[in-house]
């Protein structure tokens, strides 16, 4: 089963990471992902796996929900990310 995430928003994404007190470096040691990935992500180039996915939300004290996008073919669905973790 494949499962795009994709990210909603990325400058609120950006503002909420700021708003923890992080830069996007210091965000990313803390939720142990490389910085040119979480980049990458940020910035819509990547796709992150449901636990890179998974990681960044929790890091945001967030549901997954609220800052990803989930789809799988044609519906967005969230049942399948919490499957994969």
């Known amino acids: 089963m494949s499962v795009k995430i994709s990210i909603i928003n990325q400058e609120k994404t950006k503002k909420n990471i700021a708003l ?8 990313s040691k803390r939720i142990k992902v490389s910085y040119s990935y979480l980049s ?6 990547r796709y992150p796996s449901p636990s890179i996915a998974k ?9 997954i929900e609220d ?5 799988n073919g044609n519906s967005v669905t969230n049942e399948e990310v ?3 973790l």
């Open 20 to 27: 923890k007190g992080y830069s996007i470096r210091g965000f």
């Open 40 to 45: 990458q992500i940020l910035s819509g180039n």
């Open 55 to 63: 990681k960044i939300a929790d890091g945001l004290n967030e549901d």
């Open 67 to 71: 800052v990803f996008f989930i789809k």
């Open 82 to 84: 919490t499957n994969e």
